[in-house]
């Protein structure tokens, strides 16, 4: 015989912390969709990638504020905080990245 455990909980996931690994994915897939077809294009400076960075940044910055507050809620699981943060903090990472290269070039 084995014995089955089964945990009963009332914990959730955060809904902030859902909308800032759901940010973080568009921000990260967005940036790198644009430095793929700026490379394609042989580094050729189009208005879309500019913009869609842009965009990027702004969900990344939104989605590290969430990933934060999802956080601090008391109670709940936080594995979608972390995750929300890790990649929000990569496409901020990714950002500073290519403007860093273009500063230099």
Known sequence: MTKNHYIFTNKEHPKKSIMSTILGVLSVASLILAMYLSYM???AE????????????????VGVV???LGRME??????????GIALNL???G???LVLYAGALL
């Open 46 to 61: 189009n208005m879309r990638y500019g913009s869609a960075c842009f965009l990027a940044m702004l969900f990344a910055f």
């Open 41 to 43: 294009d042989k580094g």
């Open 74 to 83: 008391r109670d709940k699981f936080y594995l979608f905080s972390y995750v």
């Open 94 to 96: 990714l950002v500073s």
């Open 90 to 92: 990569t496409a901020i």
């Open 66 to 68: 969430l990933g934060v």
